[in-house]
């Protein structure tokens, strides 16, 4: 009963700290002069991606030969992805459906969403190509050339990302803050130093609150006997991911597509990048089992169903709930056969 009621007062405090984090990122974006792209794809999606990149970190740095730890840090791995392109998107999908209606059209900026499914796409497919390349004596040094192309991809899709963001101010895109900041309203006044302070202060209460609905969500796990593998794969990613993403719900529903989008599409390429190169170089990074090979296949399913609506029309929302329904499909299968 603690753990429950924990989940929902840890639910609370979040979606409040979410709506302070996004409120002092929109007047950081403004005063920097860039395009919500940039906003939304580097700065909320690195800021709220470090919860679950230390999950996989700490899993397998404290392994020393443990097979669960590093089952759990490789499923969580797997899973970050997964669920930010399918459950994610599902989600903001029902916080708009009834504004929007089914066919309502989803209307990020375009060139930085299609860069930000190509980057993840490429990389997260040579990641996982990786761990089917059968042992041999250039196995290590495979994986270390292609740690090396993941973080350089890396690099450069900042580079583009940021080179790119003075078009699109110039073309409308700009970060605007529509609300004054939260900590004004207490008498502060509005400089750079008050928005970084807003800013770390939502921040530290977003990642205690997260800290509090993982444990929570692990309680509840663990009294129902959950495998590590399915732990990891589907209980952490929507403790430490879902959450976080309660800022692109609030932006998508106050029509900042771009910022919303953004956040989850800029996490996509920094958790399909960065933390396979923790796989790689410090696991046996092998796939011997059918399970991590269906939700991989899932993911690029849902990432390729996102690239190929937003080159054909543009996306709706009720093409978010077809990535809903991908989700639902791949935790079928793993319930089933695992």
């Known amino acids: 009963m603690h753990d429950y009621i924990c989940l929902i007062i840890s639910l609370i405090l979040i979606v409040a700290a979410s709506s302070i984090f996004c409120n002092a990122l929109e007047h950081l974006g403004e005063r920097l002069g860039v395009s919500a792209g940039v906003t ?36 969580a791995i797997l899973g970050a992805p997964l669920m930010l392109s ?23 900026e375009a060139s930085g969403l299609e860069r930000d499914l190509l980057f993840f796409l490429a990389s997260y497919f040579l990641a996982f190509a990786c761990a089917l390349i059968p042992e041999n004596p250039l196995t290590r040094f495979i994986n270390v050339v292609i740690s090396i192309l993941l973080l350089g991809s890396y690099f450069l899709y900042l ?84 959450p976080e993403k309660i800022n692109s719900v609030l932006w998508l529903r106050r029509g900042k597509d771009t910022l919303a989008v953004g956040n989850i599409t800029g996490a996509m390429v920094f958790q399909g990048t960065l933390l396979p190169v923790i796989g790689i170089l410090f696991t046996n990074w092998s796939l011997d089992s059918k399970l991590p090979m269906i939700s991989i296949a899932i ?26 329904l991908l989700y639902i499909l791949n935790i079928s299968i793993l319930i089933f056969y695992g």
């Open 40 to 75: 939304g794809s580097i700065f909320a999606a690195v800021g709220t991606a470090l919860p679950e990149t230390i999950i996989p970190i700490l899993a397998i740095a404290t392994a020393n030969g443990n097979a669960v730890n590093n089952e759990i840090g490789v499923g």
């Open 159 to 242: 580079l583009l990302t940021i080179k790119s963001s003075a078009k699109l101010v110039d073309s409308g895109h700009v970060t605007v803050a529509d609300e004054k900041l939260f900590l004004t309203r207490f008498g502060f006044k509005l400089n750079n130093i008050i928005i970084i302070v807003q800013l770390l202060l939502a921040l530290v209460l977003l990642l205690y609150c997260a800290e509090m609905f993982i444990d929570a969500v692990k309680g509840i796990a663990f009294a129902h006997q959950f495998s590590p593998f399915l732990l990891s794969l589907i209980i952490i990613p929507i403790a430490t991911e879902l």
């Open 86 to 108: 399918t459950l994610s998107v599902f989600v903001m999908a029902i916080s708009v459906f009834t504004k929007r209606g089914i066919s309502g059209k989803i209307k990020p």
């Open 299 to 324: 993911t690029l399913l849902a990432t390729l169903w996102l690239y190929f609506n937003l080159k054909h029309g543009g996306l709706k929302v009720w093409h978010f709930f077809i990535n809903g």
